[in-house]
């Protein structure tokens, strides 16, 4: 380490036993005196290759002057593989221990083994603010080794110690990411309050992801948080603070996957989204995540006017592809073209959203070592499609002649829900 033009130290430190979930890590602290307006300050590494020390918290003060902010304490982390099986990670004894927590990853949300840490700092995250809520001295980052989608949520045990919650209601936290200095709510339930455990519903994380404590917004949600529809409207109502005179309310589906909600409206306590054809809004079997905010201003809020979001999930119902039969062609039937429209009905009107396939090949085999022959496929909206439920054959990448087409349809299954099995298939002759 020097010092303007003069080394100050040669810094040796003893790595045995050590490892990235144990680091070991010694504070130092150097008197010195500055020479010039500007003064250098450079760390140089004195091991060979990619390899070498570690440096964190730097930090440089006049002596006399105020003194230094708190160091934070280093965080407390693990690191395991979880695979398609799924797992639990646990950290600083699990959420069962004053101020654990524990990832919970089900069976199926990851498509390849990861490697995943998860630390936890007990310290606010540094850099961000949350109007009109105070956030919490606990902070979590979940780091995958490379980056990964979830196919459903995973689950964050949280538990908040004594000196956490500082005489808070468990039961008036909330959990949320943090990009930047943005937070954003997630779903939060309470797993034992006695414990101060409460639990975090996310559908997401990268790798610099960070969940934090927020208190409520707005409450008393119906359908209650975790509710499974029995059909494709819904009317969201909940209770809003006194002095409300807006709000703004997102529904957002699973991993962003699909068509939400965003609105702000004068003071109200209920919204619909109306099933098709009045509205395309929901998809099948898929977990959404709605939130309200609420303000007392009368002017165009500013983000500074929104107070903490209250946030809740439902899920909507599953559909089959059972319902679904061919309009035209004809089964069976010879078409004039070699780009005919082919044409579907369903019985269930709910459903709008397609998955097409159409080829020469009755397997559809897409495999780029195997495939013998073009496979078209699309994802049609059939509410917007003329005529409804269709699908036109592109004049750029017309069909053979003189040859037998197989083509299926089936429901398009998003975000956390699980794919269907495809319609039978059918056929005709092009001329």
């Given at each position: 380490m020097s010092?303007?033009?003069?080394?100050?130290?040669?810094?040796?430190?003893?790595?045995?036993?050590?490892s990235v979930t144990s680091m070991g890590w010694s504070?130092?602290?150097?008197?010195?005196?500055?020479?010039?307006?500007?003064?250098?300050?450079?760390?140089?590494?004195?091991?060979?290759?990619?390899?070498?020390?570690?440096?964190?918290?730097?930090?440089?003060?006049?002596?006399?002057?105020?003194?230094?902010?708190?160091?934070?304490?280093?965080?407390?982390?693990?690191?395991q593989p979880v695979g398609p099986e799924g797992s639990e990670v646990p950290v600083a004894g699990g959420a069962g221990q004053d101020g654990g927590v524990t990832l919970r990853i089900p069976a199926g949300t990851l498509s390849a083994t990861t490697d995943l840490t998860v630390s936890v700092t007990n310290a606010a995250p540094s850099g961000v603010t949350a109007s009109g809520s105070v956030l919490l001295p606990k902070t979590i980052e979940i780091t995958p080794a490379s980056p990964v989608a979830l196919a459903q949520a995973v689950r964050l045990l949280i538990n908040l110690t004594t000196a956490d919650l500082d005489g808070r209601d468990v039961s008036t936290v909330k959990g949320g990411v943090i990009v930047g200095a943005i937070f954003d709510p997630r779903p939060t339930f309470v797993v034992d309050a006695a414990q101060g455990t409460v639990e975090v519903m996310l559908d997401h994380f990268s790798k610099f992801s960070v969940i934090t404590i927020q208190s409520v917004g707005p409450g008393s949600p119906e359908p209650p948080a975790g509710a499974v529809l029995d059909s494709f409207t819904v009317t969201m109502n909940w209770n809003n603070p006194p002095g409300t005179t807006q709000y703004q309310l997102q529904v957002v589906p699973f991993n962003g996957?699909?068509?939400?909600?965003?609105?702000?409206?004068?003071?109200?306590?209920s919204l619909t989204v109306p099933p098709p054809p009045q509205g395309y809004g929901l998809l099948p079997d898929m977990t959404y995540f709605w939130r309200v905010r609420s303000t007392t201003v009368t002017r165009s809020p500013a983000v500074t006017d929104w107070p903490a979001w209250g946030s809740w999930t439902f899920k909507t119902p599953k559909v089959t592809g059972a319902s679904i039969s061919p309009v035209a062609?004809?089964?069976?039937?010879?078409?004039?073209?070699?780009?005919?429209?082919?044409?579907?009905?369903?019985?269930?009107?709910?459903?709008?959203?397609y998955e097409l396939q159409?080829?020469?090949?009755?397997?559809?085999?897409?495999?780029?070592?195997?495939?013998?022959?073009?496979?078209?496929?699309?994802?049609?909206?059939?509410?917007?499609?003329?005529?409804?439920?269709?699908?036109?054959?592109?004049?750029?990448?017309?069909?053979?002649?003189?040859?037998?087409?197989?083509?299926?349809?089936?429901?398009?299954?998003?975000?956390?829900?699980?794919?269907?099995?495809?319609?039978?298939?059918w056929t005709f002759r092009t001329p």
């Open positions: 010092w303007g033009t003069s080394t100050v130290d040669t810094v040796t430190f003893d790595a045995t036993g050590r504070y130092r602290e150097y008197p010195v005196a500055a020479s010039a307006a500007v003064t250098r300050l450079r760390f140089e590494s004195l091991t060979a290759g990619s390899f070498g020390p570690v440096l964190d918290d730097v930090s440089v003060t006049t002596a006399g002057g105020p003194a230094p902010s708190p160091t934070p304490p280093p965080p407390t982390q693990t690191t996957d699909g068509p939400g909600v965003d609105i702000v409206r004068n003071v109200e306590s062609p004809p089964v069976g039937s010879a078409v004039s073209s070699v780009t005919p429209t082919l044409t579907w009905a369903n019985s269930n009107p709910a459903v709008f959203y159409a080829s020469k090949d009755a397997r559809f085999n897409v495999g780029p070592a195997t495939a013998t022959a073009t496979v078209y496929s699309a994802l049609l909206h059939g509410g917007v499609t003329t005529p409804p439920n269709s699908y036109r054959i592109p004049a750029q990448f017309p069909l053979e002649s003189g040859t037998i087409y197989h083509w299926r349809v089936r429901p398009r299954v998003q975000g956390d829900g699980v794919p269907l099995a495809w319609s039978e298939a």
